[in-house]
């Protein structure tokens, strides 16, 4: 069974930064597509920010120049530096993995969420 557990979400006043992390556990084999997604009340879930082993990489544009998605192949592990966060960046944040070499469709695994929350 594999989980993604995500970490460092909290709480920060506008203009600040956040580290996000997830790992992955239970999997065999590495996840070769990892990414963050976002939900904020009353919306829908958005892409944030993915990337596959091949190095194909999305950012959204409203994040863009923001945030920075990294991650380690080895260990099956993304992060996200949130840089000059806005109030409209509130939402809880979601890690997203798939066993595809390219960035799927729809993401086999799920972590729980971390809630980040940027008070302006």
């Known amino acids: 069974q594999v989980q993604l557990v995500e970490s460092g979400g909290g709480l920060v006043q506008a203009g600040g930064s956040l580290r996000l992390s997830c790992a992955a556990s239970?999997?065999?084999?590495?996840?070769?597509?990892m990414g963050w997604y976002r939900q904020a009340p009353g919306k829908k879930r958005e892409l944030v920010a993915d990337c596959s082993i091949t190095g194909t990489t999305n950012v959204a544009d409203s994040v863009k120049g923001r945030f920075t998605i990294s991650r380690d192949n080895a260990q099956s592990a993304v992060y996200l530096q949130m840089d000059s966060l806005k109030p409209e960046d509130t939402a809880v944040y979601y890690c997203?993995?798939?066993?595809?070499?390219?960035?799927?469709?729809?993401?086999?695994?799920w972590g729980q969420g971390t809630q980040v929350t940027v008070s302006s």
């Open positions: 997203a993995g798939d066993y595809s070499t390219e960035i799927p469709a729809e993401y086999a695994f």
């Open positions: 239970g999997s065999y084999f590495r996840l070769n597509s």
